[in-house]
């Protein structure tokens, strides 16, 4: 039987799903403005009985205080530990009677929360969602339970190479910003965090004018307005927060080592990238896809697993923070194949550099890129999370249906402009986790935590 080469598989499998995935040019996305003057995006959908209202505050654990590192993800833990009149258990058992689920996220760049309820018990998950925001408890034995947790976490994160790399990584690149920060803070920085901490992150934070909302299930535009005005009009006008400063990776060339006793060494790598209101995204993240974001299909996989059984896997991908952006590429392999490993890494962001693609790369790119993203909007939820995005991203309501044109106009002059532009193999900065021979380090860190 004729075996089908990864790129035709890809497209016979894409093919397939795209007969059950809905098509983004397809989602009617409707600009809803509360009576109070909230706003949100909404996909009506009338098939299934469900609600999904998902939503973002700006600024995440990047604008954690100094010493209080940690705040925002301590908080993101709490908010439905018990508000308004209901404390801790009586909260739980009210979200688990009703089948609703409240979660809340604190990521480097935002605050994310999302609310998820049967059409029938929507009134109760409203409230529910409300006391959440405007009224949490931050009783002292939930702050302590999720606290522990929390330094559970952190203790265990000491011993993973990969969080390692990251954090030796972000460090060295962000060492006089919050990006630099861990985003679960320190065990010290999270002792000190006190219920009032907490209150005045809610107060400061969440505001009006620091709002966006996505909606998507069984509601009409009506309908959803005063859904709107419920949850979210209690809350202060404008947020008392104030946004890090713009700022560019350091570490250009070096290479740091994290010695630590394992068989295997962590490689991670970055540069400086793009960010995702740059002109250039889409040819940037079709080089991405080429060069090791496209799994078994990339040029890095190819290279290092399936040419020499180097490794069980290796990567690329963008990091487009709101206020600086990377290039990254990563993977992990036996110490004795450390220097080789790095060395291919480079060579391949060389060959990209210098070559660019092919004209099959390039078609090959196009259509996973336009043929996958249908497979993102298999739920409510999954779509009101992409509709918060674009939003946050500033693209416009209309770029679900200009986002496949956007791809299919990139050209292979573009791809090579633009990997000539962000990869530079020289420059890059590089990070290895373990006993890696083969490899001179500039700089050796003991202290990454430990």
Same mark, same amino acid.
């Given at each position: 039987?004729?075996?089908?080469?990864?790129?035709?598989?890809?497209?016979?499998?894409?093919?397939?799903?795209?007969?059950?995935?809905?098509?983004?040019?397809?989602?009617?996305?409707?600009?809803?403005?509360?009576?109070?003057?909230?706003?949100?995006?909404?996909?009506?959908?009338?098939?299934?009985?469900?609600?999904?209202?998902?939503?973002?505050?700006?600024?995440?654990?990047?604008?954690?205080?100094?010493?209080?590192?940690?705040?925002?993800?301590?908080?993101?833990?709490?908010?439905?530990?018990?508000?308004?009149?209901?404390?801790?258990?009586?909260?739980?058992?009210?979200?688990?009677?009703?089948?609703?689920?409240?979660?809340?996220?604190?990521?480097?760049?935002?605050?994310?929360?999302?609310?998820?309820?049967?059409?029938?018990?929507?009134?109760?998950?409203?409230?529910?969602?409300?006391?959440?925001?405007?009224?949490?408890?931050?009783?002292?034995?939930?702050?302590?339970?999720?606290?522990?947790?929390?330094?559970?976490?952190?203790?265990?994160?000491?011993?993973?190479?990969?969080?390692?790399?990251?954090?030796?990584?972000?460090?060295?690149?962000?060492?006089?910003?919050?990006?630099?920060?861990?985003?679960?803070?320190?065990?010290?920085?999270?002792?000190?965090?006190?219920?009032?901490?907490?209150?005045?992150?809610?107060?400061?934070?969440?505001?009006?004018?620091?709002?966006?909302?996505?909606?998507?299930?069984?509601?009409?535009?009506?309908?959803?307005?005063?859904?709107?005005?419920?949850?979210?009009?209690?809350?202060?006008?404008?947020?008392?927060?104030?946004?890090?400063?713009?700022?560019?990776?350091?570490?250009?060339?070096?290479?740091?080592?994290?010695?630590?006793?394992?068989?295997?060494?962590?490689?991670?790598?970055?540069?400086?990238?793009?960010?995702?209101?740059?002109?250039?995204?889409?040819?940037?993240?079709?080089?991405?896809?080429?060069?090791?974001?496209?799994?078994?299909?990339?040029?890095?996989?190819?290279?290092?697993?399936?040419?020499?059984?180097?490794?069980?896997?290796?990567?690329?991908?963008?990091?487009?923070?709101?206020?600086?952006?990377?290039?990254?590429?990563?993977?992990?392999?036996?110490?004795? /194949? +450390?220097? %080789?490993?790095? &060395?291919?890494?480079?060579?391949?962001? @060389?060959?990209?550099?210098? =070559?660019? $693609?092919?004209?099959?790369?390039?078609?090959?790119?196009?259509?996973?890129?336009?043929?996958?993203?249908?497979?993102?909007?298999?739920?409510?939820?999954?779509?009101?999370?992409?509709?918060?995005?674009?939003?946050?991203?500033?693209?416009?309501?209309?770029?679900?249906?200009?986002?496949?044109?956007?791809? /299919? +106009?990139? %050209?292979?002059? &573009?791809?090579?402009?633009?990997?000539? @532009?962000?990869?530079?193999? =020289?420059? $890059?900065?590089?990070?290895?986790?373990?006993?890696?021979?083969?490899?001179?380090?500039?700089?050796?860190?003991?202290?990454?935590?430990?």
């Amino acid at each position: 039987m004729r075996r089908l080469s990864m790129p035709a598989f890809l497209s016979v499998l894409l093919l397939a799903v795209a007969c059950f995935a809905p098509d983004a040019r397809a989602i009617d996305i409707k600009r809803v403005v509360s009576p109070g003057g909230i706003e949100a995006w909404l996909v009506q959908d009338t098939k299934i009985p469900l609600l999904a209202i998902k939503f973002a505050f700006r600024g995440g654990v990047e604008t954690d205080p100094a010493g209080k590192e940690g705040l925002a993800n301590l908080a993101s833990t709490l908010l439905d530990e018990g508000a308004g009149p209901y404390d801790s258990q009586e909260f739980q058992r009210r979200l688990a009677d009703n089948s609703i689920s409240i979660s809340f996220t604190a990521t480097v760049d935002g605050f994310y929360g999302g609310v998820e309820t049967l059409v029938e018990t929507q009134e109760e998950a409203i409230e529910l969602a409300r006391l959440a925001l405007t009224e949490p408890r931050f009783d002292r034995e939930a702050v302590e339970r999720m606290r522990s947790g929390v330094l559970a976490q952190i203790r265990r994160e000491q011993g993973d190479p990969d969080f390692l790399a990251r954090r030796a990584l972000y460090e060295t690149a962000f060492p006089d910003h919050p990006y630099g920060r861990r985003a679960r803070g320190t065990a010290e920085s999270v002792e000190s965090i006190k219920p009032e901490d907490l209150d005045a992150f809610v107060r400061r934070r969440f505001a009006k004018d620091n709002l966006t909302v996505a909606v998507t299930g069984d509601i009409t535009p009506e309908q959803l307005g005063p859904v709107l005005d419920r949850i979210f009009g209690g809350l202060p006008e404008k947020a008392e927060i104030e946004p890090p400063a713009d700022t560019v990776p350091k570490g250009a060339g070096e290479t740091v080592l994290v010695p630590r006793p394992l068989p295997q060494t962590v490689v991670l790598m970055a540069q400086p990238g793009v960010k995702r209101n740059d002109p250039d995204w889409f040819p940037a993240t079709i080089m991405n896809y080429v060069l090791g974001g496209g799994s078994f299909s990339s040029r890095l996989m190819e290279e290092i697993r399936e040419k020499r059984g180097l490794t069980y896997g290796v990567y690329s991908y963008l990091v487009p923070f709101r206020h600086a952006a990377l290039v990254m590429a990563g993977g992990s392999t036996a110490n004795q /194949n +450390a220097g %080789t490993m790095v &060395d291919l890494m480079k060579a391949e962001w @060389r060959r990209m550099q210098e =070559e660019g $693609l092919t004209q099959e790369e390039l078609d090959n790119a196009k259509t996973y890129l336009t043929g996958s993203f249908p497979l993102q909007f298999t739920s409510s939820e999954a779509i009101a999370d992409v509709l918060l995005q674009v939003q946050r991203d500033g693209l416009g309501i209309d770029y679900l249906d200009r986002r496949s044109d956007l791809i /299919n +106009a990139v %050209t292979l002059e &573009d791809v090579k402009r633009v990997a000539g @532009r962000l990869l530079d193999p =020289e420059a $890059l900065l590089t990070v290895v986790v373990g006993r890696p021979e083969g490899i001179e380090p500039t700089r050796t860190r003991d202290d990454v935590p430990s």
